[in-house]
């Protein structure tokens, strides 16, 4: 798949070409918590609570986020999901673009990254634009969202018409949000940061190595 410049839009790599949207989540709910090792877990199913707020703990310190399902559907059943299951725990905002946005949700478990590389979600209709501070779920084009998530740092209703959807917003910690780690900018090829094949194929390993500074989060629960 080529590489999208940010210019335009938030790349994302590694969507099979023959992907197939998974199972529509289902109203009732499924008991346990999900595992993230196994995407196909009924778990998964559970649909999301029409609103909900999640904590992320990081190494930069808290920030709360606030979830409306009426605003992406099928964004925020996959979000409550991931969260539940522990997916994101240990997870690194692995792209973050100053006056842009910061990127996360590719796991430091490559075998975790292959589970979940095709089981995309359907497309949500735009409700919400990209404005500073909705938090929005990367795609690489139609029926391609799987686990990456952005964080708007400006206005960037300009994405819209592409297609990406917000389903949260942050409402506590912003200033958390702002003060990630930058320095590394753009990701290869257009800039020095994270290759997100080598990431796929390397894992946590690879950014510990070559992006020590890029910052982490410790734990996401649901409040």
Same mark, same amino acid.
């Given at each position: 798949m080529? *590489?999208?410049?940010? +210019? +335009? !839009?938030i790349a994302l790599t590694f969507v099979?070409?023959?992907a197939k949207p998974a199972d529509k989540p289902v109203a009732e709910a499924v008991g346990g918590v999900p595992d993230f090792h196994n995407p196909a877990d009924p778990?998964?199913?559970?649909?999301? =609570?029409? +609103?909900?707020? !999640? $904590?992320?703990?990081?190494?930069? &310190?808290?920030?709360?986020?606030?979830?409306? %399902?009426?605003w992406a559907p099928h964004g925020a059943d996959r979000f409550y999901g991931l969260v539940r299951s522990g997916f994101y725990d240990g997870v690194r905002f692995f792209r973050v673009i100053p006056g842009f946005m910061a990127q996360f949700g590719i796991h430091g478990d490559t075998a975790v990254t292959v589970a979940w590389r095709q089981r995309v979600i359907p497309d949500d209709p735009v409700r919400r634009s990209n404005q500073r501070g909705l938090? /929005? @779920?990367?795609?690489?084009?139609? &029926?391609? $969202? /799987?686990?990456?998530? @952005?964080?708007?740092? $400006?206005?960037?209703? %300009?994405?819209? +018409?592409?297609?990406? /959807? =917000?389903?949260?917003?942050?409402?506590? &910690?912003?200033? !958390? !949000?702002?003060?990630? *780690?930058? &320095? *590394?900018?753009?990701g290869a090829p257009q800039g020095r940061g994270p290759d997100q094949m080598r990431m796929h194929i390397e894992g946590e390993k *690879?950014?510990? %190595?070559?992006?020590?500074?890029?910052d982490k989060i410790k734990k996401v629960t649901v409040e």
């Open positions: 080529r *590489y999208i410049p940010y +210019s +335009s !839009v099979g070409a023959c778990a998964f199913s559970q649909q999301a =609570p029409d +609103s909900f707020r !999640v $904590r992320f703990a990081t190494t930069k &310190g808290d920030f709360v986020i606030a979830v409306h %399902r009426a938090v /929005t @779920f990367a795609t690489a084009g139609p &029926g391609t $969202r /799987t686990t990456q998530i @952005f964080i708007n740092y $400006r206005d960037n209703s %300009r994405l819209d +018409s592409d297609g990406f /959807t =917000p389903f949260a917003e942050v409402v506590e &910690g912003m200033q !958390v !949000v702002d003060g990630l *780690y930058g &320095g *590394y900018g753009e *690879y950014l510990a %190595r070559q992006f020590p500074k890029l």
